[in-house]
Structures are given as C-alpha cells and as structure tokens.
C-alpha cells in the first residue's frame, strides 16, 4: 500500500500500475533458533523437489509442506501474507487467501490490475493443493470478476515445399539394420542413441534419409605415435 500511494504520489497513473501476485515462496536457512519475522538467516532455503532451486518454491511445493504437520504456518497481518517454519527452514508466500486481498486491494484502488508470476508455478493439477488446477490463478479471476479464460490447441497447417531449383545436393541414406536400431559407422554415438529413441517412438522405418551438410565431420586419423613415444621415453631414461 506504501508503495502504490508512493507511485501515486509522485504522479503515476492509476491506470499503469498493477499489483503482483507471485505464485510461488522465497526460502530461507534459519541461523539461530528464532523463527519470526526477520529472524537471521545464514541463506537460501533448501531446493525443491520439483524446482530443485534453491531459496525458491513453487506454490505447489509449498502446499505439499502445508499438509505436513512438521511446518508451522503464520499469518502476517500487516504484510497480509503468509510464512511458515520446520526446523531450520522459513518460507514466505502467497496462497489464495492472501491473493484474494490483493486483487481485492487492486481493484478497490482502481488500478490497472494485478499480474501473476508465474502461472506454472501455481497448482496446475489440483493435487497439491487439493483444490481446483491453478487456484490463485482462478481466485484472482473470480476476484476481478473476470471469466476464466478457454483455451483450445490452435489448429495450425503445414506446408512443405520443394527449394526452388539450384545446386543439386546430396543426400545420405542411412540404412537400419534392425527393426529396433538405427545404425551406421558415421553418426557419432549420442546422435546414435537419439536416431534410436526416435525410432523407438514413432516405429523403425526403412531407411533414413541425411542432408549431408547435417552431419558432422568425421573424426580425424589416429595417428600411430609408437615410435616417437619410444624415442621420449629413451631420451628421458638417458638424461637428455
């Protein structure tokens, strides 16, 4: 509220600010055995399960800890937010609580909306949380009075088309030589295991077809160094 009274203050449209609602938490490592707000901290928060970040959780992260009855929850008036603690641990963030007063908040001040960060951080399942997929997303929605958006995979065509006539290229055909494997002495071992794991999804087919200019040069000759390491060898033993 400071902030935003700052902005205004200082001769900011209303209609240009908005209110951010992140859908994830900050973690912190605790130094001492105080746990309340702004307690000393000696770091970041141990990663996430699924996030593997450290000092960040996503908000379902932070709801699989809330169901655990090793993390205690606090609520902080002022700030109208949450944190929680287990051990050394201390987490601050946003649920659908806390987003609800904040959009509530946005538009009672008429500003020009609120914006969550980030959408994948939030309950996508349902899970979690146990609630509907995405909860802070649809409580700011239904909050704002806006409808919840519907969405369809846009329908997209593709076209192929023969490059115009020019050089000729040449193409390699790479034969299988199983029903489960792509091979052939060319491709280096990692685009080897990619051709087969492809193949592995979309069934073997005949044969592969390679714009030369794809594949990557061949390894140069080993050269035969067994005369010359004798001779260092020698001169080494001798002295010289």
């Known amino acids: ?46 990663p996430g399960r699924y996030t593997k970040t450290r000092g960040f959780l996503s908000y379902y992260e932070i709801c699989e800890k809330e169901h655990s009855r090793s993390w205690q929850k606090v609520w902080l008036d002022t700030e109208k937010s949450w944190y929680m603690t287990s051990g050394d641990q201390w987490i601050s963030y946003e649920d659908i609580d806390s987003a609800t007063l904040k959009a509530q908040y946005a538009k009672g001040e ?89 193949s592995a999804l979309s069934g073997t087919p005949n044969d592969v077809h390679m714009h030369e200019a794809t594949l990557p040069a061949p390894p140069p000759p080993i050269a035969h160094l067994t005369h010359n390491a004798e001779y260092i060898c020698s001169r080494h033993r001798m002295g010289r």
Not at 9 to 17: A, F, N
């Open 110 to 198: 008429q500003l020009a909306g609120v914006f969550i960060w980030s959408v994948d951080n939030d309950e996508f399942s349902g899970f979690f949380c146990n609630t509907e997929p995405f909860p802070i997303t649809r409580q700011v929605f239904a909050t704002l009075n806006l409808p919840i958006p519907v969405t369809s995979a846009p329908a997209i065509a593709i076209q192929s088309r023969l490059p115009a006539a020019g050089p000729s290229v040449r193409f390699v055909n790479v034969q299988s030589q199983s029903q489960s494997s792509l091979s052939s002495p060319i491709l280096p071992p990692n685009l080897q295991k990619l051709l087969n794991a492809l």
């Open 1 to 46: 509220d400071g902030l935003v009274k700052l902005w205004l203050s200082l001769g900011v449209p209303r209609e240009k600010l908005l209110i951010g609602i992140p859908a994830y938490g900050r973690s912190f490592t605790l130094a001492s055995r105080q746990k309340g707000l702004h307690a000393p901290v000696s770091g970041p928060g141990y």
